[in-house]
């Protein structure tokens, strides 16, 4: 998607602190942290939502978990826990309409659920 922001971070278009890439999946840093260690984890592929998903797309976003386990055990939070949002709509606070899953840790979560 031409007009998409984060097509742009994972074609290089526009800079990002990257932590992670594979193939399906690229990690960067959120620019605006809700807590100490706050990353994106997005497929290379764009896809709008969890609504815009299908069942082709289902290992896809196993592996953006995969991913989040692997990056908790590297920044060393994967004891002390963290949390993962995928946030779809605008009631569910979605701004980026390209999937991605917020990998929140390094401290306690206080961010509301609801
Ligand atoms: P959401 O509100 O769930 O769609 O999350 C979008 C997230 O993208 C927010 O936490 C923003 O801070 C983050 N964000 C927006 N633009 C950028 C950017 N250029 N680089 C890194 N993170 C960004
Ligand atoms: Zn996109």
């Known amino acids: 998607m031409s007009d998409c922001i984060f097509c742009k971070i994972i074609k290089g278009d526009i800079p990002s602190a990257n932590v992670y890439r594979d193939e399906q999946v690229t990690a960067i840093r959120d620019i605006n942290p809700a807590a100490p260690t706050h990353i994106l984890i997005l497929p290379n592929r764009h896809i709008d939502s969890v609504n815009a998903l299908s069942n082709d797309d289902e290992q896809l976003i196993g592996h953006l978990f995969t991913t989040a386990k692997q990056l908790a055990a590297q920044a ?36 509301p659920m609801g």
């Open 76 to 111: 060393g939070v994967a004891d002390g826990g963290y949390r993962l949002i995928m946030n779809t709509g605008a009631d569910g606070g979605q701004t980026v309409f390209h999937i991605h899953l917020h990998f929140l840790g390094g401290a306690p979560m206080k961010h």
